[in-house]
């Protein structure tokens, strides 16, 4: 918290986090509670512990504005107490530069019995504001807040939404260089969730750095620009906000809706079942990231429970849902090639991809022999980079006619969120 | 897709950042400071001074104790201080400058054991030395019993029994030395309690045999001669025994046994800090 490179240091990362991992020690009994002491202080061994959070490696500059999305005890709340220094990580390093505002899952440490008031004076104290600081900025607090007669009660009669109301209005009064908070938005009311976003949106423009984590992808989209997707403790997605939020929107659809589970439909035992599906040789539910006139290569194995050959069939859809293009192995006049008894594998490559820039989701799926009958279906998604003013889905092949050409018209640098729009 | 998610940054930083230069400025030390004065008042508050009446009640509550330790030790045990020449009411400052050192480091102990667990939503949310807690509940009753001690002495000499405030610096080094003993316990036993939460009930029973194997209500003398060396293996032996012979004149503590009680102090004090320091990173683990 001492040194911070500040009117020059455009590029100085506020947050630094390399190879950060947390795990949680394992006590259940009070005698593992005892054996972890032991251990602790004699610096003898493991504690038995479960990991949460794994191989995050992040870097918020200066100005950025990151949204920490995912499902719940995914380690987003994790990740944000390691970043705060509320929680030692088991593995890697956090190393944070200025002031922290940090408003951790609801409420900022308030003592439950003591008034509105006196709590300020102990997240004031805390934040190192000194007496006079405090005196200067209780009106603008107690303004915030908006809270009423409430200021003067104890805590434990706060509503949950006075309670972060409260929490917002002090770190807002503290104009910290690194804003964190943690699914603020969602309690307050909603004129205070106006304010909130409105007073992030002021905050950001003057340069200031947030670090949100919400469940409302409105919010996410609407104040960061760039999203980080944690799944099962682990990063499954960071980069552009949107690209980010609809892979994750995509990954729920597929969650909820899709085929249910697939450990499910492995047991039932259906005739014709997905057991691979991958882009260009990755299988992760992330987006793979491809430039245009790259190859996309799709890779499918189906296993076929009476040994039959299955007809397998892949579809590139926009994000929204429109169909791009669909070809199965039978129009094609193929046949997949048998890998075992039961294992069928077929692949497919698009040389030099048309697609424009852009998200898009592939889907394969294995139909009967005869191509009628669908059975399984598999998604991924891809995200198509590159610059460019053309529009639509794809480029066709085009040429002009008794055209002078010119030199390229130099494209205004874009970057990859602007150009899909 | 896991490479670090180095982003542009934005060319409106420029305008902000003159404010934090200031507040970086102010060094770890005074916010530290500025923390645990903050608790401290918190913790005197939530005593008694947070009513009205509280302040009254913190001056009248020792003389209180007092009055009725004098009565009882006088009327009921008939307890007289050794030799015939002692006033019946020698008693009432000999039992004072035992009970109110007690007082002040068992309260100091008992509140610093529970002092992470009490304030575990506050370790969970924010980042902070943790020690402040520890050290803000053994300050704040070593200020109470403190104050309650000063009022206590003027009130003995007062009541005529001469008191001999030349010896007050000593006196009030010795209370610094108790201190001491007193936060390197509460170190020791707040980092402990979050491992290990039977702690403080354990505690609640091992205080009080502390107290009377040590000469708190009691003076050496009293014991059969083979027993009293045994005083000695209680740390707190020292501290009553160290007021009665400087602040009233009542047998004399050895520089040996002062020495002995320094490095015990100091010690005791430095496992407790050890301990704590090397716990305090994985708290929220535990709580």
């Known amino acids: 918290m001492n040194a911070v490179a500040t009117t020059n240091g455009i590029d100085v990362p506020l947050v630094v986090a390399r190879d950060l991992g947390k795990a949680y020690p394992k006590v259940f009994r009070p005698r593992d509670r005892l054996r972890a002491l032991g251990k602790l202080l004699l610096d003898a061994g493991e504690i038995e512990s479960v990991p949460v959070l794994r191989d995050v490696n992040l870097e918020v500059v200066r100005g950025e504005s990151l949204g920490l999305i995912g499902e719940n005890g995914a380690g987003k709340s994790t990740l944000l107490k390691l970043l705060t220094g509320v929680l030692t990580p088991t593995t890697g390093s956090v190393e944070v530069r200025g002031r922290v505002g940090a408003l951790l899952e609801l409420g900022a440490g308030f003592h439950p019995e003591y008034t509105g008031r006196d709590n300020i004076a102990m997240s004031a104290a805390l934040y190192g504001l000194g007496a006079d600081e405090l005196r200067a900025c209780l009106p603008e607090i107690v303004a915030f807040a908006d809270i009423g007669r409430y200021i003067d009660e104890p805590v434990k009669h706060y509503s949950s939404g006075m309670v972060v109301r409260l929490g917002f209005a002090i770190v807002a009064a503290l104009k910290p260089d690194l804003l964190i908070t943690d699914e603020v938005l969602a309690v307050g009311d909603e004129s205070f969730q106006k304010k909130c976003v409105r007073w992030i949106e002021n905050y950001l423009a003057d340069g200031g750095t947030l670090i949100l984590v919400s469940h409302s992808m409105y919010h996410i989209q609407k104040l960061c620009r760039h999203a980080l997707w944690l799944r099962q403790g682990e990063v499954a997605a960071v980069g552009d906000v949107f690209d980010v939020t609809q892979a994750y929107l995509a990954y729920h659809e597929r969650k909820t809706v899709g085929t249910p589970d697939r450990s499910v439909i492995a047991a039932q035992g259906i005739e014709f079942q997905l057991t691979q599906f991958a882009v260009n040789g990755s299988e992760q539910d992330a987006p793979t990231v491809l430039n245009r006139g790259d190859a996309l290569r799709l890779t499918a194995r189906v296993r076929s429970r009476d040994g039959r050959t299955p007809v397998i069939a892949f579809g590139i859809m926009r994000a929204d849902g429109t169909a791009v293009y669909g070809v199965s192995s039978e129009m094609d006049g193929v046949v997949p090639r048998r890998e075992s008894a039961e294992i069928w594998v077929a692949e497919i490559v698009f040389d030099d991809l048309a697609l424009l820039p852009g998200t898009y989701t592939i889907k394969a799926h294995p139909m009967d022999t005869e191509g009628v009958r669908l059975f399984d279906t598999l998604e991924r998604g891809i995200v198509v980079r590159g610059n460019t003013r053309e529009f639509g889905l794809i480029r066709l092949p085009h040429r002009w006619n008794d055209a002078l050409q010119v030199e390229l018209p130099q494209n205004t640098p874009r970057t990859p969120s602007s150009s899909r729009a | ?287």
């Open chain 2, 1 to 287: 897709m896991t490479e670090p998610a180095r982003c542009a940054a934005s060319c409106k930083t420029s305008m902000k950042s003159t404010h934090a230069t200031t507040d970086m400025a102010r060094s770890s030390r005074t916010k530290t400071w500025a923390i645990t004065t903050h608790f401290i008042r918190r913790e005197l508050r939530s005593r008694y001074l947070g009513s009205l009446s509280g302040s009254v009640w913190a001056l009248l509550q020792p003389l209180m104790q007092l009055a009725i330790y004098a009565f009882v030790w006088t009327y009921v045990f008939k307890m007289r201080l050794p030799g015939d020449d002692a006033a019946q009411t020698a008693i009432v400052p000999f039992l004072a400058l035992g009970v109110w050192p007690w007082n002040a480091f068992s309260e100091a102990v008992m509140r610093s054991a529970t002092a992470i667990q009490d304030n575990a939503g506050l370790v969970g949310k924010v980042a902070f030395p943790h020690g402040v807690l520890v050290v803000a509940a053994s300050s704040a009753s070593f200020l109470l019993h403190g104050v309650g001690f000063a009022v206590v002495l003027i009130v003995i000499e007062l009541l005529g029994i001469p008191v001999r405030f030349v010896m007050l610096p000593l006196a009030l080094l010795a209370f610094a030395m108790l201190y001491v003993l007193a936060l390197g316990f509460g170190y020791l036993f707040a980092a402990t309690q979050v491992f290990v939460r039977d702690l403080s009930q354990v505690l609640g029973q091992l205080l009080p045999l502390m107290m009377f194997t040590a000469p708190v209500l009691y003076s050496r003398d009293f014991l059969p001669e083979r027993f009293r060396p045994w005083l000695d293996w209680n740390p707190f032996t020292f501290y009553p025994e160290y007021f009665r012979a400087k602040l009233l004149g009542i047998g004399s503590v050895e520089i040996g046994a002062q020495i002995v009680a320094l490095c015990v102090a100091l010690g005791v004090y430095a496992l407790g800090r050890m301990v704590f320091r090397r716990l305090t990173a994985r708290f929220e683990d535990f709580l």
